[in-house]
T-cell receptor, first 112, second 116 residues
Framework: SQQGEEDPQALSIQEGENATMNCSYKTSINNLQWYRQNSGRGLVHLILIRSNEREKHSGRLRVTLDTSKKSSSLLITASRAADTASYFCATAPTGANSKLTFGKGITLSVRP | DGGITQSPKYLFRKEGQNVTLSCEQNLNHDAMYWYRQDPGQGLRLIYYSQIVNDFQKGDIAEGYSVSREKKESFPLTVTSAQKNPTAFYLC???????????????FGPGTRLTVL
């Protein structure tokens, strides 16, 4: 079952532009996480935002969480060609369960 | 040098054979996970373990088996009962955070399994 649904499925932008990716989910969460995957590699954790947080920053990344709308957005500012990758949101359910549910991902292409 | 390793990187299997994928972590993490990723798809959870000698089925456990005899190791066996095993397999681990919740997951580099 895939709780997180990312939007758009694919995004192509010019280097220097900002990239915004969205994620919607269905059930109550403890936290929401964003991961990045370069082609043929494992995932790398980018940022975690807890259900009682509304916004979080890490370098060029900005994540927002709206629990009333059950949605999150990931903003990458001043994109670089090296940001080209797939990006996944993952939701952690409330309770002590350690499972994450991943979306299908967004393919970001940054043109030099 | 802490991290999570998977071996082999590429694996070829004949139909009807069982194969075992290795996953080792030296991060002292309690929880470990196995995911399957098909082309253009997200990750689907196969099995996970929160403690040694215990594990739970994920969303697509049929045709797979695991063991957790040591904290550092969580091998995955793809059995002949798995009808479509060709995929990219990812192992991950995470630590327990405050209040019993779990922190972010750290991933290995993956094993690409191809059935010939």
């Amino acid at each position: 079952s895939q709780q997180g649904e990312e939007d758009p499925q694919a995004l192509s932008i010019q280097e220097g532009e900002n990239a915004t990716m969205n994620c919607s989910y269905k059930t109550s969460i403890n936290n929401l996480q964003w991961y990045r995957q370069n082609s043929g590699r494992g995932l790398v954790h980018l940022i975690l935002i807890r259900s009682n947080e509304r916004e979080k920053h890490s370098g060029r990344l900005r994540v927002t969480l709206d629990t009333s709308k059950k949605s999150s957005s990931l903003l990458i500012t001043a994109s670089r060609a090296a940001d080209t990758a797939s990006y996944f949101c993952a939701t952690a359910p409330t309770g002590a369960n350690s499972k994450l549910t991943f979306g299908k991902g967004i393919t970001l292409s940054v043109r030099p | 040098d802490g991290g999570i390793t998977q071996s082999p990187k590429y694996l070829f299997r004949k139909e009807g054979q069982n194969v075992t994928l290795s996953c080792e972590q030296n991060l002292n993490h309690d929880a470990m996970y196995w995911y399957r990723q098909d082309p253009g798809q997200g990750l689907r959870l196969i099995y996970y373990s929160q403690i040694v000698n215990d594990f739970q089925k994920g969303d697509i456990a049929e045709g797979y088996s695991v063991s957790r005899e040591k904290k550092e190791s969580f091998p995955l066996t793809v059995t002949s009962a798995q009808k479509n095993p060709t995929a990219f397999y990812l192992c991950a681990s995470s630590s327990r955070g405050a209040g019993g919740s779990y922190n972010e997951q750290f991933f290995g580099p993956g094993t690409r399994l191809t059935v010939l």
